[in-house]
């Protein structure tokens, strides 16, 4: 059974995954019981998986000293998610099987669904029941339901990365948001704080990361708009004060997409020279491979 086409919920998970994987130690601590110390040594393993009927790629694979533990995000409930974590936790637990060799011992990791969205009937728990011969048993799923947590429990809990997806909770809302001001403005404030404090507990590079993948999400939820404008103010203003963004001022950047192509090459090269990354010229300026090759020729030639 193959995974869906992903969405830019799965993408943004995916990036904190590869890249950001120091989140996912309180996400584990949360969900699992554990209480390991935000510094703990975190491996991610591979997470694509080549069976009969195609190639299955999961969301997150970690290791912590001799435990695996295996997250999936999903945007929407799902009918057939309880199967397909049994499908992947086992396709997980046979390759470690074959790789320690014999005797074989099938153990299965510890697993969770995230739902960024949730109803009345999306379970607490995942359950397959398995049988063999006269004996049954059930492989359960942990739940979390990301909307259930208000900011102050996700800043109490160190659950940081459920903040890029903080603004799906009131994609039902920006209709009548948009035309009421005072509303309007307590979401406004929300983000101010969730994003002072984010720039006050982070490491620059950490800050710059996960905000970036804050509007990154925003933008796609969010219809054009006064609440996406000021959203996305709050949060790139916050950003682009840091010293490794100075070249995001007013004085040099177009924005994200604005400006000639040279202007764009111009914006990229400043990012890069100020000690911006590859992954934070294409997050904020939409820069493609060329723009960048092009931009570090010119670094050179200047």
């Not at 209480?35 to 969301?59: A, S």
């Not at 102050?152 to 209709?175: A, G, V």
């Not at 307590?186 to 983000?191: A, C, M, P, S």
Request: aromatic share 10%; net charge negative.
């Amino acid at each position: 059974m193959k995974k869906q086409k992903g969405t830019v919920y799965d993408d943004v998970f995916r990036t904190m995954a590869q890249k950001m994987p120091w989140l996912f130690v309180a996400l584990i601590n949360e969900v699992f019981g554990t209480n390991y110390p935000d510094d703990v040594k975190l491996i991610q393993l591979r997470n694509e998986f080549i069976e009969e009927n195609g190639k299955v790629v999961t969301d997150s694979i970690f290791r912590i000293e001799d435990k695996t533990f295996h997250i999936e995000c999903q945007s929407n409930p799902d009918g057939t998610m309880a199967i397909r974590m049994f499908e992947y936790d086992f396709a997980i637990a046979l390759e470690k099987a074959i790789n320690e060799g014999s005797p074989y011992e099938i153990q299965l990791p510890e697993s969770c669904v995230l739902y960024l969205r949730h109803n009345d009937k999306t379970p607490d728990e995942l359950h397959v029941k398995v049988t063999s011969g006269k004996e049954s048993l059930i492989y359960r799923t942990q739940v979390i339901k990301v909307q259930n947590y208000s900011k102050d429990d996700i800043f109490k809990k160190k659950l940081l990365l459920f903040f890029p997806y903080y603004i799906m909770r009131y994609e039902n809302e920006f209709n009548e948001l948009e035309s009421d001001k005072e509303k309007r403005k307590d979401l406004i404030n929300e983000y101010r704080e969730i994003v002072g404090k984010l720039d006050d507990s982070l490491e620059d590079s950490q800050f710059t990361d996960l905000v970036g993948l804050m509007m990154k999400i925003a933008d796609y939820a969010i219809p054009k708009g006064i609440i996406r404008r000021e959203v996305r103010e709050i949060m790139g203003g916050k950003v682009l004060t840091l010293n490794t963004e100075k070249w995001f001022s007013k004085g040099h950047a177009k924005g994200r997409t604005e400006g000639r192509a040279e202007e764009r090459i111009e914006n990229i090269a400043m990012l890069l020279s100020r000690g911006g990354t590859e992954d934070q010229a294409k997050l904020f300026l939409d820069a493609t491979d060329e723009e960048i090759e092009l931009a570090r020729k010119s670094m050179v030639e200047s």
